[in-house]
């Protein structure tokens, strides 16, 4: 089955610790997007790539970073500058990078610093 | 800046009766308006969209209506059944742009 495959599902993390969740599709879309999710919020636009080998930063990108070697790839590193990182974290993709295309979600990976 | 304004934040509805949640966007470009459904501990899901050369839109039991003139745009769900409680986000998004701008989304919850 084709698909958007987040993971972890629950992801634990140390203040002072970088941690990366693992997005992955095979759906064969050029664009993937990381949204971050917080309680009674709308979904904020972390980092978005349109092609490979490229990514923009987003409306909330400080203390995150991103790499696209591969197409079907687009891993979202929280790093310790992240103030805030306990949220829960949403990737996409689409066929294109134009907004005005049907944006399909994994299932989210719920960040916790303990 | 550009924002899109959902109400209400939550709704209550008895099982059978219609449901309708109310969006509003600011930017006067945008010309794509999905909604999605997002159910507990997981990723939000398209359920329907409109775009703005279009006034309404059905799909079974739910529809959307756009008036691009007031910049407003509803989703309206008939008949509802408990597994329809979620929580439902708008969102809208123009090609000139790289993203949507999401809603804060309505928790409806659909009492048996």
């Known amino acids: 089955d084709g698909g958007i495959t987040q993971s972890p599902k629950y992801l634990f993390r140390k203040e002072g610790q970088n941690v990366t969740l693992s997005c992955e599709q095979n759906?064969?879309?050029?664009?993937m997007y990381w949204y971050r999710q917080d309680p009674g919020q709308g979904l904020r636009l972390i980092y978005y790539?349109?092609?490979?080998?490229?990514?923009q930063k987003g409306d909330i990108a400080e203390g995150y970073s991103v790499s696209r070697e591969k197409k079907e790839s687009f891993p979202l590193t929280v790093t310790s500058a992240q103030k805030n990182p306990t949220a829960f974290y949403l990737c996409?993709?689409?066929?294109?990078?134009?907004?005005?295309?049907?944006?399909?979600f994994g299932q989210g990976t719920r960040l916790t610093v303990v | 800046g550009e924002n899109v304004e959902q109400h209400p934040s939550t709704l209550s509805v008895q099982e059978g009766d219609s449901a309708v949640i109310k969006c509003t966007y600011s930017?006067?470009?945008?010309?794509?308006f999905p909604w999605y459904k997002q159910e507990l501990g997981k990723g939000p899901q398209l359920i329907i969209d409109?775009?703005?050369?279009?006034g309404e839109k059905k799909d079974q039991r739910i529809a959307v209506t756009l008036n691009k003139t007031a910049k407003h745009f509803s989703l309206h769900i008939t008949e509802t059944q408990p597994e329809d409680s979620a929580v439902y986000f708008c969102?809208?998004?123009?090609?000139?742009?790289?993203?949507?701008?999401f809603g804060t989304g309505t928790r409806l919850k659909v009492l048996a």
């Open positions: 996409a993709s689409s066929t294109t990078g134009a907004p005005d295309t049907e944006a399909f």
């Open positions: 759906l064969n879309h050029d664009a």
């Open positions: 790539s349109q092609i490979v080998n490229d990514f």
């Open positions: 930017d006067s470009a945008s010309n794509y």
């Open positions: 409109i775009r703005s050369n279009v």
């Open positions: 969102a809208a998004g123009h090609s000139g742009t790289y993203k949507y701008i």
